[in-house]
């Protein structure tokens, strides 16, 4: 209380203005953090959405390879079936077409499958890992945020007391001249 007492008005004054800029500070830093928390939050529900796009994706391609599948196998044993009836089609050269056409099928069926097979567990996968990598960093850089803001306001508070010291050495010489 002595040493408030000795402290003029225009040091008070400007204590105040420190003690009111390190409460802003202190708030940006706060805000810093939060922004470093809504970012990680849109990049890991961005890569989510992307990783359930591939998800779905390897569905649609599976259903499409079997479908492609079904279709070259009925077009197949249809032919089997009837081969007596389409004993001379060996010598056009649109019975060449369509057996060209059933073993693209097949291998479009083949194909499309495998594509299904990278999106449901290569892609899958490496996004969640690609999640875990955000994870992990964001942990680590809010800690370095954390452990950077603490010694700031452990300065500012040493600046704090010193300027107060000063203030207070300050208001003793004016008041002895």
């Given amino acids: 209380m002595a040493a408030e007492k000795r402290i003029g008005r225009k040091d008070k004054e ?3 203005e420190l003690e009111g800029q390190v409460k802003d500070i202190r708030q940006q830093l706060t805000e810093q953090l939060k922004c470093l928390d809504v970012r990680v939050e849109n990049q890991v529900a961005l890569v989510s959405e992307i990783q359930e796009y591939f998800r779905r994706r390897a569905e649609v391609e ?3 390879s079997r479908n492609l599948d079904k279709l070259a196998k009925n077009l197949s044993v249809r032919h089997k079936a009837e081969r007596q009836k389409r004993d001379q089609w060996q010598i056009f050269s649109t019975y060449a077409c369509w057996q060209h056409l059933i073993q693209r099928t097949k291998q479009r069926s083949k194909h499309h499958a495998v594509l299904s097979e ?6 899958v996968n490496r996004f969640s890992l690609a999640v875990e990598d955000v994870q992990r960093i964001y942990r680590r850089c809010r800690e370095i945020g954390i452990e950077g ?3 700031l306001l452990k ?3 040493e600046l704090h007391a ?3 010291t000063y203030q ?3 208001g003793d010489r004016k008041s002895v001249v």
């Fill in 14 to 16: 400007i204590l105040w």
């Fill in 118 to 123: 990278l999106y449901s567990n290569n892609m």
């Fill in 149 to 151: 803001h603490d010694e």
């Fill in 168 to 170: 207070v050495y300050h």
């Fill in 62 to 64: 599976l259903e499409y």
């Fill in 155 to 157: 300065v500012l508070h």
């Fill in 162 to 164: 010193s300027m107060k």
